[in-house]
């Protein structure tokens, strides 16, 4: 079981990216899937997380408006769509999966919890310009 993270690069302030994740596992359809990411010399922060049914989403404060999570269980694929970016956006970007959360940890901090998350991918790096 493996997450592969792809659609990094580098834009612009302003433009977008799209990056994608795919699960090789058997599972992704009752995972939830989180996106984090790490700038240069920072902790690694969460960025968002999405449902088994994708009914459900949040969001870190500094992307709300900007960055959308969304999943196609059927490619077993979680996207974050990502506009309007900023410098400050630059990470790597990390997909991470948990197989045993639920609904009711959407109304709680875990998802903003690192080892929350039971599987990462290995990043792919966004990075940019201004």
């Known amino acids: 079981v493996q997450l592969v993270e792809s659609g990094g690069g580098l834009v612009q302030a302003g433009g977008s990216l799209r990056l994608s994740c795919t699960d090789s596992?058997?599972?992704?359809?009752?995972?939830?899937m989180g996106w984090w990411r790490q700038a240069p010399g920072l902790e690694r922060e969460s960025v968002a997380a999405?449902?088994?049914?994708?009914?459900?989403?949040l969001y870190t404060d500094s992307v709300k408006g900007r960055f959308t999570i969304s999943r196609d269980n059927a490619k077993n694929t979680v996207y974050l769509q990502m506009n309007s970016l900023k410098p400050e956006d630059t990470a790597v970007y990390y997909c991470?999966?948990?197989?045993?959360?639920?609904?009711?940890?959407?109304?709680?901090?875990?998802?903003?919890?690192?080892?929350?998350?039971?599987?990462w991918g290995q990043g792919t790096l966004v990075t940019v310009s201004s």
């Open positions: 991470a999966a948990n197989w045993e959360g639920d609904r009711p940890d959407f109304l709680s901090r875990k998802l903003y919890e690192y080892d929350y998350w039971g599987l």
């Open positions: 596992g058997g599972t992704f359809s009752t995972n939830i």
């Open positions: 999405i449902s088994w049914s994708g009914d459900m989403s």
